[in-house]
């Protein structure tokens, strides 16, 4: 039988709900993930579907070689973490890079408009830069109805033109975190 | 360093029974090496890194889970490992029954002017893939400790760690190419029947 994406409750944003099932649609059969609070429902999500492979990391430059050796085994993988996790991937990117594997990344930013954490603030600031400077296109989004567009065409980019792109989610989008 | 005595050209073949049973992923240098000299040169079941340091067994994990019923190995040095060490924390989480590791460990930084690496001096890896969750873990650091580990290789019904200690004589001398795009797209054709 196949996994019914459950419906968001009344007040919760749509778009993640909607991402995921675009990621299914897509083919898209390895989650792999740091935790983070932008992506919960994503990785609640991969976590329930007994359809796909749902991986916890302990560092995310995992995630980037993961993706690679599922291509080699003609699977599709995407990598969600935080901006401060991009800063680990930066050697295991030249595999991607080299190699012209599809690599598709979504981060969820902080460090960005609104941040209350000073210890976010670097890598959120350098995280486009950064990523850029490794030749990976960064697709940024701001509103909701933003989202499937521009996943629909990281995806094209990422499988179909071989190339690594990443989608950063924006405290805007995301709704920066408290702090007292 | 004492129990640092086999030779790794001697040994790792008889690991590895039957390599075409087998897709690999090897890690950069020696390890790279020992897997061209029993797979060939252009062998196409296997992937060579030649730098992305600390990649190997996760992008080992990525092809078991995609391949389930392939048998899939990932086979990486000392020093690739430990780069990426909480790697086989992700294993054990996954666990995946095709899946298995051999770790070719000559206590040395072998391209760089052969430093003593950390399991030269005190790190014993085969206790941190059992500290990891990994089930099935072997060291192999004598003669009669092969056939065991071989059996585990080849059995797979579970992922298993294989903690390979040898002296720091040389893997074998062979060219292989280094177009990461190209043999990817070899490995794919022969696997998948597409680039």
Same mark, same amino acid.
């Given at each position: 039988?196949?996994?019914?994406?459950?419906? !968001?409750?009344?007040?919760?944003?749509? &778009?993640?709900?909607?991402?995921?099932? #675009?990621?299914?649609?897509?083919?898209?059969?390895?989650?792999?993930?740091?935790?983070?609070?932008?992506?919960?429902?994503?990785?609640?999500?991969?976590?329930?579907? !007994?359809? +796909?492979?749902?991986?916890?990391?302990?560092?995310?430059?995992?995630?980037?070689?993961?993706?690679?050796?599922?291509?080699?085994?003609?699977?599709?993988? +995407?990598?969600?973490?935080?901006?401060?996790?991009?800063?680990?991937?930066? *050697?295991? #990117?030249?595999?991607?890079?080299?190699?012209?594997?599809?690599?598709?990344?979504?981060?969820?930013?902080?460090?960005?408009?609104?941040?209350?954490?000073? &210890?976010?603030?670097?890598?959120?600031? &350098?995280?486009?830069?950064?990523?850029?400077?490794?030749?990976?296109?960064?697709?940024?989004?701001?509103?909701?109805?933003?989202?499937?567009?521009?996943?629909?065409?990281?995806?094209?980019?990422?499988?179909?033109?071989?190339?690594?792109?990443?989608?950063?989610?924006?405290? $805007?989008?995301?709704?920066?975190?408290?702090?007292? | 360093?004492?129990?640092?005595?086999?030779?790794?050209?001697?040994?790792?073949?008889?690991?590895?029974?039957?390599?075409?049973?087998?897709?690999?992923?090897?890690?950069?240098?020696?390890?790279?090496?020992?897997?061209?000299?029993?797979?060939?040169?252009?062998?196409?079941?296997?992937?060579?890194?030649?730098?992305?340091?600390?990649?190997?067994?996760?992008?080992? =994990?990525? =092809?078991?889970?995609?391949?389930?019923?392939?048998?899939?190995?990932?086979?990486?040095?000392?020093?690739?490992?430990?780069?990426?060490?909480?790697?086989? /924390?992700?294993?054990?989480?996954?666990?995946?029954?095709?899946?298995?590791?051999?770790?070719?460990?000559?206590?040395?930084?072998?391209?760089?002017?052969?430093?003593?690496?950390?399991?030269?001096?005190?790190?014993?890896?085969? +206790?941190? /893939?059992?500290?990891?969750?990994?089930?099935?873990?072997?060291? +192999?650091?004598?003669?009669?400790?092969?056939?065991?580990?071989?059996?585990?290789?080849?059995?797979?019904?579970?992922?298993?760690?294989?903690? =390979? $200690?040898?002296?720091?004589?040389?893997?074998?001398?062979?060219?292989?190419?280094?177009?990461? *795009?190209?043999?990817?797209?070899?490995?794919?054709?022969?696997?998948?029947?597409?680039?």
């Amino acid at each position: 039988m196949p996994f019914d994406i459950p419906t !968001p409750a009344p007040g919760d944003p749509t &778009w993640p709900y909607e991402l995921y099932k #675009l990621l299914k649609d897509a083919g898209v059969t390895q989650f792999s993930y740091v935790p983070d609070a932008g992506h919960r429902v994503l990785i609640d999500l991969s976590l329930a579907d !007994p359809d +796909v492979h749902s991986i916890p990391l302990t560092s995310e430059e995992e995630g980037v070689a993961m993706a690679a050796g599922a291509h080699l085994g003609g699977q599709k993988h +995407v990598l969600l973490m935080q901006s401060s996790g991009a800063g680990n991937c930066i *050697n295991m #990117l030249s595999l991607p890079r080299l190699g012209k594997f599809p690599f598709l990344t979504i981060l969820s930013m902080r460090g960005d408009f609104g941040e209350g954490n000073p &210890w976010q603030m670097p890598m959120g600031k &350098w995280v486009q830069p950064v990523l850029e400077s490794c030749d990976v296109m960064c697709l940024r989004v701001e509103r909701p109805d933003e989202v499937i567009p521009t996943v629909e065409a990281a995806l094209t980019m990422a499988f179909q033109s071989q190339e690594s792109v990443a989608v950063l989610l924006s405290q $805007k989008l995301l709704g920066a975190k408290k702090f007292a | 360093m004492s129990d640092f005595v086999l030779d790794r050209g001697e040994v790792f073949p008889k690991l590895i029974e039957n390599p075409q049973d087998y897709l690999i992923i090897t890690g950069l240098a020696g390890a790279s090496r020992d897997v061209a000299g029993i797979c060939g040169a252009d062998g196409v079941n296997y992937y060579a890194m030649a730098g992305a340091m600390g990649g190997a067994v996760a992008m080992g =994990l990525g =092809l078991a889970l995609a391949q389930p019923d392939k048998k899939v190995l990932c086979v990486t040095g000392d020093g690739e490992l430990l780069m990426n060490i909480g790697s086989l /924390a992700t294993v054990a989480v996954m666990n995946p029954s095709n899946f298995g590791i051999i770790c070719v460990d000559n206590g040395h930084y072998g391209e760089t002017g052969n430093q003593v690496s950390h399991t030269g001096h005190s790190t014993d890896l085969a +206790v941190m /893939a059992s500290g990891a969750g990994i089930k099935q873990v072997r060291t +192999v650091a004598q003669e009669g400790d092969i056939a065991d580990a071989a059996a585990v290789v080849k059995g797979g019904n579970a992922t298993f760690f294989v903690h =390979l $200690k040898v002296n720091d004589n040389p893997p074998p001398r062979i060219k292989r190419s280094l177009d990461a *795009n190209y043999t990817k797209t070899e490995f794919r054709k022969a696997l998948l029947g597409e680039a």
